[in-house]
């Protein structure tokens, strides 16, 4: 199997699905899975098109496909009472973390905080708090996230997955897990569905 590329972004149930299911995979096949930070919301901008959680007759049906999909492979999951969640800042974390060396461990932390806990990741104070949680210092994190390397990063990777197509791409050069959806060579393969071999 060629290189797999995850672009995510902690504001989606079904990239929180796809995580759970890439720890599996990778234990099971010795694949490292090359972790992408991006803006869901700036793709969704991108591609002119409404998110189904923000359109109130298909998200009652995303939140019981979820349940579904979550219960089929035993992961704990709750939808965020708080949804939709704003993760611009999340999402720069995500890429001070990568720099540091910490990304996985961040990325486990905020999507239990998201899908399992059901926190209001929204709240700055709670932000703070579970960031102090998680040992590293607030006022220097913080910092960091308004580095314009930083947003400049964000911005770039959300442009590049969009012109790659995480949208259901047929472009077969090259194997993307985005946003709960696999392309592999065989075609597209859903975060409900076994994984490619």
């Known amino acids: 199997m060629k290189k797999i590329d995850f672009y995510f972004d902690i504001s989606s149930p079904y990239s929180y699905l796809a995580h759970e299911q890439i720890k599996k995979f990778e234990k099971q096949n010795s694949i490292k899975v090359n972790y992408m930070p991006i803006l869901l919301g700036g793709l969704h901008q991108m591609a002119n098109i409404t998110a189904p959680g923000l359109n109130p007759s298909r998200a009652k049906h995303m ?61 700055g104070k709670i932000l703070e708090r579970f960031i102090k949680n998680m040992d590293i210092n607030p006022n220097i994190f913080v910092e960091k996230l308004s580095e314009q390397k930083i947003k400049d990063d964000l911005k770039n990777r959300t442009s590049q997955a969009f012109k790659k197509g995480v949208f259901r791409s047929t472009d077969k050069e090259v194997d993307t897990y985005a946003l709960g959806d696999v392309l592999t060579e065989k075609g597209w393969w859903f975060d409900r569905q076994q994984w490619p071999t």
């Open 63 to 123: 939140i019981k496909d979820l349940k579904i999909c979550s219960d089929w492979f035993k992961i704990k999951f709750q939808f965020n009472r708080y949804f939709p969640l704003k993760t611009v800042n999340i999402m720069r974390g995500a890429l001070v973390a990568e720099r540091e060396g910490f990304l996985r461990n961040y990325v486990d932390k905020f999507y239990q905080a998201a899908w399992v806990d059901s926190l209001n990741l929204n709240d």
